[in-house]
C-alpha cells in the first residue's frame, strides 16, 4: 500500500520521505482494498478515532520532515540527522 504512494521520479531522500508522509495524509480516510485481495478493506479496521490520531501523526511527520530538509539545506547536518531519528525511530543511523 505504502508503494502506490510514491511516484517516479524521484528526488532526494529527505524530500520523498516528506511526500509519502502527505501522501498518506491525503488518503488516510480513505478505503484502503486489502493488497492481496483476499479480504475486506483494511480500513475497514480504523475507527474514526484511529483515523484522527493518523491524520495527527503524519501532519506531525510531515512538518518535521520539511525541518529536517530545512536543517540540511542550511548546512546543520547535525539537527537535520538528529530530527531525521525523532521522525523514523531508533533504528535510523545516526
Known sequence: MAHELVDAPFTTY?????????????????PWPDPAGL?????????????????ESL??????AALAERFAAQGKQGEAV???????????PS
Open 59 to 64: 501532519r506531525k511527520a510531515e512538518r518535521e
Open 82 to 92: 538528529t530530527k531525521w531519528r525523532e521522525i523514523m525511530g531508533r533504528y535510523f
Open 39 to 55: 479480504g475486506p478493506k483494511v480500513s475497514d479496521q480504523m475507527t474514526p478515532d484511529l483515523v484522527q490520531r493518523a491524520i
Open 14 to 30: 529527505a524530500q520523498e520521505v516528506r511526500r509519502f508522509f502527505g501522501a498518506a495524509l491525503a488518503g488516510i480516510a480513505g
